[in-house]
């Protein structure tokens, strides 16, 4: 199962929105939010709660996709997100989200017994390529038990 099939499953509101999964390595998340008349807001383009979402899910799957393989013993959690929107956003939306540290250096905080936390950059696009925002979320992964 990928990682956009695994979320859709398991995240209602990835399925609620219909977010499509274009990319997802363990460095970076391509997801796209379609252009959807009941998520719109009052000037025509997505919701700010929609393109939120879409951000915030991208920045989870390139998680998932870096500490997947963490999940037995750490449980990733988003811990603060920032947003900030640029320009007005019509039509369907792209997110694309980077990781902000290397994986082997937060897997060593995590081997260590700390509870690393790593910011992921979020850019929100339209289809000519304009960036309507930029989000930062920072998460954690917290050891289990």
Do not use: C
């Not at 939010?33 to 807001?41: F, T, V």
């Not at 017994?113 to 917290?142: I, N, S």
């Amino acid at each position: 199962m990928s990682i956009g099939e695994l979320l859709a499953a398991t995240v209602p509101m990835v399925r609620t929105l219909r977010l499509e999964y274009l990319e997802t390595t363990p460095e970076r998340a391509v997801l796209s939010l379609p252009d959807q008349e009941e998520y719109r807001n009052h000037v025509g383009g997505p919701h700010a709660g929609a393109m939120f979402t879409l951000g915030e899910s991208a920045s989870g799957a390139v998680v998932l996709a870096a500490f997947g393989d963490q999940l037995a013993r750490a449980v990733p959690l988003p811990v603060t997100a920032e947003i900030a929107f640029r320009k007005i956003a019509l039509g369907p939306v792209r997110a694309t989200a980077t990781l902000g540290r290397p994986v082997a250096e937060v897997v060593a905080e995590l081997d260590a017994g700390k509870r690393p936390e790593f910011p992921v950059a979020v850019a929100l696009q339209r289809e000519d390529g304009a960036v309507t925002g930029e989000m930062t979320v920072v998460w954690t992964l917290r050891p289990n038990g």
